[in-house]
């Protein structure tokens, strides 16, 4: 028998999964990305016992073609690029085509979708169909996680304690919710309604729902701009921090990044206005050319390479300090909204 042999796909995408499906929250981003890429207005999220037991999305995107669902859970199966030059290119969240043949390989799944006309369901259990059948015609996907990591005991084991899972879906919900304001959302944990967004595409009602009013009456509003790049958003006045940078969120193009470089910027923004180990609430969304972006550093696609990263610095260091100088002359200005 040869020593080198291709590995079962089952056992392939349990690998992908590895990387991709790290936890419940993981889950959680990469079918909320799905029905964001998929036009959804509103976007139902359901957990109970923090994703571990079941994890439903709801959304009213544009649906599958019942003939092409199955292909949809093979591995690098995607709608959303075609060939190299696309990659350079990438206007979606997704592109990899390695989320759902991964959960399906480490969960039960349930999927209904339709794009209008007759739906259909399929059910895969452990990576393998399990059956299909004929579903109503509701436009969008409806898909359900069960059972997550019940084939891989050894992640199962690594995870935290259900608070620290519930708080971590929480955060990514949230960071979700904030970069589409123009998505309706709401999040449901064992019966209890944690966040609604309204879609109505104002960022600052998203913070509103998330911090609550009186946080968000101390946010100042953040605008800047050169010919290649736009940044927009809201920071905190300086006697509004928290502990940690957590609170930074950058968002490019529609996608919660994380980089560094961009967080710095956000604090040098408030030049000597911040304590010592504190960091504002902000939310930082910046517009730029997909070309100038590289999104396929990592698997989860939340660090990016971008080319100018110097200029958005400079822009998003602009927007704040001159928003912050504005309200120290005009102490009173705060926007009612
Ligand atoms: P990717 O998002 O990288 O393309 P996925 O494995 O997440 O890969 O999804 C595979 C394909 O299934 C997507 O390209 C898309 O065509 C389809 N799909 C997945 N979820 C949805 C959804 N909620 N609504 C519509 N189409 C979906
Ligand atoms: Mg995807």
Redesign the pocket.
């Known amino acids: 028998m040869a020593k080198i042999h291709e590995l079962p796909t089952v056992l392939a995408n349990q690998i992908a999964a590895g990387e991709v499906v790290e936890r419940p929250a993981s889950v959680v981003k990469?079918?909320v990305?799905?029905?964001i890429?998929?036009k959804?207005t509103e976007i139902n999220i359901t957990v109970e016992d923090a994703g571990l037991k079941f994890i439903k999305?709801v959304?009213d995107?544009?649906?599958?073609d019942p003939q092409e669902v199955k292909t949809?859970f093979l591995r690098h199966?995607?709608?959303?690029i075609a060939e190299q030059r696309d990659l350079f290119r990438v206007r979606?969240?997704?592109?990899?085509?390695?989320?759902?043949?991964s959960i399906a390989s480490v969960a039960k799944v349930r999927m209904q979708?339709s794009e209008g006309g007759q739906g259909i369901e399929v059910n895969y259990a452990g990576g393998k169909l399990v059956n299909e059948k004929p579903a109503p015609a509701r436009k969008?996907?409806t898909?359900e996680v069960s059972s997550l990591f019940y084939n891989t005991p050894a992640r199962l084991k690594y995870m935290s304690s259900p608070n620290t899972e519930l708080s971590r879906i929480s955060d990514m919900v949230n960071r979700l919710a904030v970069s589409h304001p123009e998505v309706a959302f709401s999040f449901t944990s064992n019966g209890r309604e944690l966040l609604r967004t309204s879609g109505r595409g104002n960022l600052l009602q998203v913070l509103g729902a998330i911090y609550g009013m009186k946080t968000v009456s101390k946010m100042v509003k953040i605008h800047a701009d050169n010919l290649d790049l736009e940044v927009n958003g809201y920071v905190s006045l300086p006697e509004l921090t928290r502990a940690s940078r957590n609170y930074i969120s950058i968002i490019l193009n529609g996608r919660y990044i994380k980089n560094f470089g961009l967080t710095k910027a956000v604090i040098s923004g408030y030049g000597s206005k911040l304590m010592i180990g504190r960091f504002p609430i902000s939310v930082i969304e910046i517009k730029a050319d997909p070309a100038l972006i590289d999104v396929n550093v990592h698997p989860t696609k939340q660090e990016v390479r971008i080319s100018d990263e110097g200029q958005i610095s400079k822009l998003i260091y602009e927007a704040i300090s001159s928003a912050l100088a504005d309200k120290q002359l005009i102490p009173d200005a705060s926007e009612p909204f």
């Open positions: 990469e079918l990305e799905n029905a890429d998929a959804s999305i959304d995107g544009n649906g599958i949809a199966a995607t709608s959303k979606s969240l997704g592109f990899r085509g390695e989320a759902l043949p979708t969008g996907t898909i």
